[in-house]
């Protein structure tokens, strides 16, 4: 099996977790023996977000999704930001706030759940009035945490350990775009989700009228 960060390879994750007699939980209650939480930050794409998202769903998981609300790099506010919000809840997902710190302002829109964008480890792991952080005690230990930030896993892909069920329970943070574009390293991924952008945004300007004749 390749370990490539592919959707492909993500779907054998799921099976893999699957076979270790995992099961897939939220973040309303503290992890517990045996669950898995699976855990999304969308730090730059929606489309990412959604295709991760219907794949989940066909493989009968449900995930968390952390939206950005003061994203540079999408607009949660827009038709689009609204159509992704709605699709991931249709989809059986449930929507927490990925957050700019010190903003944790929460709305309809988002679960009681917050994941910090780039933390400093001053307020890292501290409790938040209102809502669970992702990172405080109870939801967070570093044994039982993996991710794949950057496009590189810091201690191996987890998807034997997974299959052997030898993680008393996981964290398991994913970034889509890392799965859904192509690329053997955080830098081509990146481009490849460029060179996709640039063909969406040529659509968005059509359909605002732009006359790119
Ligand atoms: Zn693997
Ligand atoms: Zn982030």
Redesign the pocket.
């Known amino acids: 099996m390749s370990c490539a960060f592919a959707l492909d390879h993500y779907r054998e994750l799921l099976e893999a977790a699957r076979a270790g007699g995992y099961r897939f939980a939220t973040f309303d209650a503290a992890p517990g023996p045996g669950d898995l939480l699976l855990r999304h930050?969308v730090?730059l794409s929606l489309d990412a977000a959604l295709r991760m998202a219907e794949l989940e769903a066909d493989a009968g998981v449900a995930a968390t999704y952390f939206l950005m609300t003061q994203s540079v790099f999408y607009n949660l506010a827009s038709t689009e930001g609204v159509a992704a919000l709605s699709g991931l809840r249709s989809l059986g997902h449930r929507v927490g706030l990925?957050a700019v710190y010190p903003d944790a302002l929460l709305d309809e829109r988002f679960d009681p759940v917050v994941a910090w964008?780039?933390p400093d480890p001053e307020y890292m792991t501290a409790p938040i009035d209102g809502a669970v952080n992702v990172m405080q005690p109870g939801w967070f230990d570093p044994a039982s945490y993996r991710s794949d930030s950057n496009q590189r896993w810091r201690s191996g892909c987890p998807h034997e350990e997974l299959r052997a069920g030898a993680f008393p329970w996981l964290q398991l943070l994913t970034h889509p775009e890392i799965w859904v574009y192509e690329g053997a390293t955080m830098g081509e991924t990146m481009r490849s989700m460029l060179d996709a952008e640039r063909e969406r945004r040529l659509a968005q300007l059509a359909e605002d009228r732009i006359d790119l004749a």
């Open positions: 930050d730090d990925h964008h780039n």
